[in-house]
């Protein structure tokens, strides 16, 4: 056979029967490959991101020089390199004012990833700055100039040097969010540390050598550097730069392939429907062709190559969109990207062009291939038995296929469980339901009488089929309420998490007699704070009278360390015991609290003792409890917490979190003035930074959700289209035989809605069940039902449907009843 | 012909020669259609062989059938049976591009032409009238150049103006061509414009 598939397909086109077919594999191709290639992006975006908390892709940290060959050796392999050194140190200015200042030397090319700030005047405007401070200059924390009494120009001291003072220093990528910082930054060149003269040999000092290049050449260098490092040095990568948004995102992740996963198989059911719609209407085709002399083998041939280029047509077409709709979402927000997130490669439309595949070797092309079936018979006797009924067998393809796809996507099998179980919910209470209800009293014939009658006689009448619409209705349904329904909680708990007035900066070191009058000034101000939470440093010595290792060389494992104790009555808010009980109030046993990684660091459990030293006294304590925290509440959290009975006679700070606005922080400078002793640390742009990529990500989220819609209302469209013809047949006949246009519309209305109405009600119980499972398994939200959601699904169902059928069927009243029977 | 526990025809013995004009006639469900299925390959005896030229029907399987009908066989049905996505033209092309024919196009557009629609190549079957549609499909029976046209009911469903010319058409290019006819009727008067009328009651040969 001659005719080339795609002269068929362009009549076909013509015909208006391809039309809904090509539109749910352009939409399935659209979002598979345009949700996978967003969350590519954004996890490049991410990870570029935490590239930046290193301020470089790789860096080596150690209290000791490096050698300066580990930096040849890695400029070598072209990689760039920096290095810092970072130190406590008093700065002096004048004669009298001095402070303790946490100083940080960097090389011209610091840093490597990530942004340096600046300000030309304290808690002014920062700027982004090329590099860092030049040789002989040095830039000052913006509390500083008040607290040392300095500005511009001025001259301050670092040990045996002097240096200018040129700028504020503002946001370091590296600077990190550890309360254990020393005090406010100074930032000087890396070539002046010598004639200060205060590195010495034991000081406390902690080197960096920073590393950046592409991704395979910093592997290598890896590779190179690894055997040589010893214990004093630790190797850092992006996992232990980013402080912590790592929850949201990985939900944010899960939601998106959720999304994508519904999408697939959305777009299968109306790839599935369309393909059967698009088979019937084409078994008198058949016949004709075969008749004319076509053999199966060329009438295979002939839709096979019909698909395939259907398929390629809209694949190419549905990876254009979904490439639109990810490039759409990242240029609308582009401002406010942290960074221009890399391109996602070809893995995205690689997997939008296996779904499409999929989807039309599993569910389009099962009853197409049946059409080579059909007699040829047929041109003469129209009432032969059409051959093409679905089977079993093209169900089970299906649900196994689906079943794959989602499981590839998500590579998520408990994700793929909960879908499915709501799926199977769905399916089987839906026929049984429906059967039950649908075929209930006897068969009735058209029963024209009234309104009623002939909407129940239509219903009874096509009791199977009306069956399998209902579940096919009830499916597109239930999948959109589970995603709006995960979508809410998810938005919500965000929105708890980083409310408005998230704490952003910190306030340490206050002295038991400043705290009345801190907490006055933060009232005068009208400036939310935490509580003040009493704090002591203490060190641990030994663990079950096991003295620790004193080095601080190695990083990692047991050893001897400072660490800030607090107390408490209550488990602190946040908190959540794992293990071992709280203690009761006014306890005055030696006991402790421990945070979960801690007590791992230091491999203690319940039970265990643990030496400690607070100035030059020595105590035990017994482990009572271990906790885990949220690290990303922005509010104080401790490693230790004692009974307030055992520590109140050690000498405490307190220290308190609180939200600033960016219009309050001139504040902070009479703040500092009048509490020299208080240290302050600024969070607001760590704060920032995580509350716009929550917010991107709920926009993503949002544009998901609409897409996927999008794919429901097809399935719904082809649902009602597929059920039509038969519908418009019988009304036409009624026409003709003088029923009125109201007991038509009337009687299509109760038909449909009723459907709708079962629909709506199957898809609301199932999708409570897989959003359970969703929340509970997947999510690891706490579950609540949603009585929302019994409104809003029955109502979609009765409304969608009865409007949808309707105004598909409208045709049947406007038009004369013979040129209606004629199409068909 | 035995189907289960009803037959439909019976101790049908029939020979037609080449280029013989034939008329099957009867009354309605007579079993007219079942013989023209039988004889022009679209369905299967249960019992007795059809022989075309050297061509044993019973011997091929549905697909030899198939490329037997595509050489040899043309069809005119009473309802037309026209592609509705398909162009006049383009209906009158199918058998031909299923052949390979390479002048698809215009041995086509010739055949229209000689059926009077030269003018209306580029129409789809629901923009012509009954006749018109009709003509269409003798022009795309006798384009494929077959060696038999089976015509069912050709004029059944157009008024008698109309059917006039459609079996003036007929039977002017059977001549043309030189083509076997068989063709299934009750119209009597058309019937009689055939060389032999057999005649079917109740699936038994009563006359010819």
């Not at chain 1, 600077?175 to 000087?188: A, K, W």
């Not at chain 2, 390979?100 to 190549?121: I, P, T």
Request: hydrophobic share 45%; aromatic share 8%.
């Amino acid at each position: 056979m001659s005719m080339t598939a795609s002269r068929m397909l362009v009549r076909d086109w013509r015909g208006g029967e391809l039309g809904i077919l090509v539109a749910a594999l352009v939409l399935a191709v659209a979002m598979v490959s345009g949700i996978s290639a967003f969350t590519t992006r954004l996890q490049n975006a991410l990870e570029q991101e935490s590239h930046r908390f290193l301020a470089a892709d790789r860096v080596v940290r150690a209290s000791t020089v490096m050698p300066e060959q580990w930096l040849a050796e890695a400029r070598t392999q072209g990689l760039q390199t920096a290095q810092t050194l970072t130190f406590p140190s008093m700065v002096f200015a004048g004669d009298e004012a001095m402070y303790l200042a946490s100083i940080k030397a960097v090389t011209d090319d610091y840093p490597l990833r990530g942004d340096l700030t600046s300000s030309r005047e304290p808690f002014g405007a920062a700027e982004l700055a090329a590099q860092g401070p030049a040789p002989g200059t040095v830039w000052l924390d913006s509390r500083l100039f008040p607290l040392l009494d300095v500005s511009m120009g001025d001259s301050v001291g670092i040990g045996d040097a002097e240096f200018t003072v040129v700028a504020a220093a503002r946001t370091e990528p590296d600077q990190g969010t550890s309360f254990l910082g020393y005090g406010p930054r100074v930032l000087m060149h890396f070539s002046d540390i010598p004639k200060t003269n205060v590195v010495q040999p034991g000081s406390r000092v902690q080197y960096r050598q920073l590393y950046a290049g592409d991704e395979p050449s910093v592997a290598r260098f890896v590779t190179w550097l690894e055997p040589q490092l010893e214990d004093r040095h630790r190797l850092l990568d992006v996992n232990q730069g980013q402080p912590g948004l790592g929850n949201a995102l990985n939900r944010a992740e899960s939601f998106l392939l959720l999304a994508g996963s519904l999408g697939v198989v959305l777009a299968g059911v109306a790839i599935a429907l369309a393909a059967r719609r698009f088979s019937e209407r084409h078994t008198d085709y058949v016949a004709i062709m075969k008749s004319l002399g076509a053999t199966s083998g060329s009438i295979n041939w002939l839709y096979g190559r019909s698909l395939l280029l259907l398929g390629a047509t809209a694949t190419a077409l549905g990876c254009l969109a979904g490439w639109g709709m990810q490039s759409v979402f990242f240029v609308m927000f582009a401002d406010q990207m942290p960074v221009q997130p890399a391109p996602s490669g070809m893995r995205p439309y690689l997997i939008g062009a296996a779904t499409s595949m999929t989807c039309l070797l599993c569910f389009a092309w099962p009853p197409i291939r049946r059409l080579s079936l059909a007699s040829p018979l047929r041109v003469l006797r129209r009432d032969m038995p059409d051959e093409n009924r679905r089977t079993l067998t093209d169900y089970g393809v299906g649900l196994v296929a689906v079943s794959l796809l989602m499981w590839w996507y998500s590579g998520d099998w408990q994700l793929t469980a909960a879908v499915l179980a709501g799926l199977a919910a769905t399916v089987t209470l839906g026929l049984v339901l429906a059967l039950t209800l649908l075929r209930g009293g006897r068969l009735v014939g058209m029963s024209a009488g009234s309104i009623w009658r002939l909407a129940l006689a239509g219903l009874q009448r096509r009791g199977t089929a009306n069956a399998l619409q209902v579940v096919i209705f009830a499916m597109a349904i239930m999948l959109l309420l589970v995603l709006v329904l995960v979508r809410t909680s998810l938005i919500d708990e965000w929105q708890t998490q980083l409310p408005p007035d998230t704490p952003n900066h910190f306030m340490l070191n206050i002295a038991p007699e400043e705290v009345q009058a801190v907490d006055q000034v933060l009232r005068t101000e009208n400036i939310n704070s935490e509580a003040l939470y009493p704090m002591i440093r203490g060190r641990i010595m030994s663990v079950n009278a096991d003295e620790l290792p004193k080095t601080s060389d190695q990083e990692e494992g047991r050893r001897q360390r400072e660490v800030n104790f607090t107390w408490s009555d209550t488990l602190p808010s946040g908190n959540e015991l794992l293990d071992g009980q709280w203690w009761a109030p006014e306890s005055t046993e030696a006991l402790v609290s421990l945070e979960r990684e801690f007590a791992e660091r230091l491999q203690v459990g319940v039970g265990d003792e643990i030496g400690l030293m607070i100035g030059s006294a020595p105590l035990s304590v017994r482990v009572a409890s271990i906790r885990e925290l949220d690290w990303q509440s922005f509010q104080p959290n401790f490693f230790m917490v004692f009974p307030p009975q055992f520590l109140s006679a050690y000498p405490a700070t307190f220290m308190t979190s609180f939200h600033l606005d960016a219009s309050q922080k001139v504040f902070l400078n009479s703040f500092i003035r009048d509490f020299p002793t208080v240290t302050v640390i600024e969070m607001d742009v760590v704060v920032e930074q995580v509350r716009s990529i929550v917010e991107q990500v709920s926009g993503a989220i949002e544009l998901v959700l609409a897409v996927i819609i999008a794919a429901g209302s097809l399935v719904l469209v082809s649902g009602v289209q597929a059920s039509v013809d038969a519908r418009m047949h019988e009304s036409a006949i009624l026409r003709a035989l003088g029923a009125r246009r109201g007991l038509i519309l009337g009687g299509l209305f109760i038909e449909f809605a009723a459907l709708g109405l079962f629909a709506g009600f199957l898809a609301t119980v199932a999708a409570e069940l897989s959003v359970y499972i969703l929340q509970v398994w997947v999510m690891e939200f706490n579950y609540s039902p949603s009585p929302a959601v019994w409104p809003l699904g029955i109502g979609a169902g009765v409304v969608l449907i009865s409007a949808l059928g309707v105004y598909s069927c409208r045709k049947v009243v406007s038009s004369p009843p013979l040129s209606v029977l004629r199409e068909l | 012909m035995a189907g289960g526990e009803l037959e439909i025809l019976k101790g049908i013995n029939l020979e037609i020669k080449s280029g013989e004009a034939v008329a099957i006639i009867g009354a309605s469900g007579s079993g007219k259609s079942t013989l023209l299925g039988l004889l022009a390959g679209l369905d299967e005896a249960s019992e007795g062989r059809v022989v075309i030229g050297d061509t044993d029907l019973a011997e091929l399987d549905e697909d030899g059938r198939a490329v037997f009908r595509a050489r040899e066989v043309g069809f005119v049905f009473q309802s037309f049976q026209l592609l509705p996505a398909l162009t006049a033209l383009e209906n009158v092309m199918l058998p031909l591009e299923m052949q390979g024919n390479k002048d698809a196009r215009q041995q086509a557009e010739h055949f229209l032409d000689r059926v009077g629609l030269g003018e209306r190549v580029d129409h789809y079957p629901r923009q012509m009238s009954g006749g018109e549609q009709q003509r269409v499909a003798i022009a795309r029976a006798f384009a494929a150049k077959p060696r038999i046209l089976f015509a069912d009911e050709p004029t059944g469903n157009l008024d008698t103006a109309t059917g006039d010319r459609i079996e003036e058409l007929l039977f002017e290019l059977n001549r043309e061509e030189g083509t076997t006819l068989v063709l299934v009727t009750h119209d009597l008067q058309l019937a009689s414009r055939c060389e032999r009328q057999l005649t079917l009651e109740a699936g038994e040969m009563v006359a010819s």
